[in-house]
């Protein structure tokens, strides 16, 4: 699990052994699984995993979503040919989630599995907890299946300035800066200039208008 402020990734990797207990993967029932057979059966495991590992985030509930990366974990992966119980027993994939947060900052989030009903009870799950460059490990087993984790990013001054800056845009929009606000008074005082000048030479000229007239009257 990676948090960020807005964002919470979760990676899981499996044993494709494990999950052909979670779902069916064998289509034709030839005792092998294809590239093809694992692609098609992806939206199942997206399925799966969304109804078997709950998920809080800001003690609200949450969903791992329909968007999954997969990865599998051996070179040359889709050039794959079709393997062996023995050959993709020792074949893992990773699948990758990206939940995003929106409204507020990520402060703090509850994940549960409920898959040892499948796995057994005697399996226990190795979870990481990535942030800021520091791991925490966490194990998940059937006695002790959930875990609360607090970002802290509530309280982080660098993360509380980093979420100023991202608003200032908004702001400077709305209102000028002090150097366009300067130009739009150099530019009025212009206007006022070019137009008191204006007046100031058609006085001029009506003077000189009238002098004539009268000078040409005498």
């Known amino acids: 699990m990676r948090p960020t402020p807005h964002q919470l990734e979760a990676r899981f990797t499996f044993n494709i052994l494990t999950l052909t207990r979670f779902v069916r993967m064998d289509m034709n029932s030839d005792g092998k699984l294809s590239m093809a057979e694992l692609a098609g059966a992806q939206p199942v495991v997206v399925e799966y995993l969304n109804s078997h590992i709950r998920l809080d985030i800001n003690q609200q509930k949450a969903a791992l979503g329909t968007r999954a990366k997969f990865e599998y974990l051996w070179p040359n992966a889709s050039v794959t040919p079709p393997m062996t119980e023995f050959e993709f027993a020792a074949r893992n994939v990773d699948v990758t989630f990206a939940v995003p947060v ?87 005082v212009l206007i006022i200039l070019l137009v008191v000048g204006r007046k100031v030479q058609l006085s001029a000229l009506s003077r000189k208008t009238i002098a004539r007239r009268r000078r040409t009257s005498r």
Do not use: C, H
């Not at 190795?126 to 006695?143: L, Y």
């Open 102 to 188: 929106e409204g507020r900052l990520l402060e703090d989030f509850w994940i549960a599995f409920e898959i040892f009903e499948q796995t057994g009870p005697m399996q226990t799950i190795r979870g990481m907890f990535e942030q800021d460059g520091k791991a925490e490990e966490v194990p998940f087993t059937a006695q002790e299946p959930e875990y609360t984790y607090d970002t802290g990013f509530a309280d982080d001054p660098f993360v509380q300035e980093a979420e100023k800056k991202l608003k200032q845009p908004s702001s400077e929009n709305a209102k000028p800066s002090n150097e366009q606000r300067w130009w739009m008074i150099r530019v009025g």
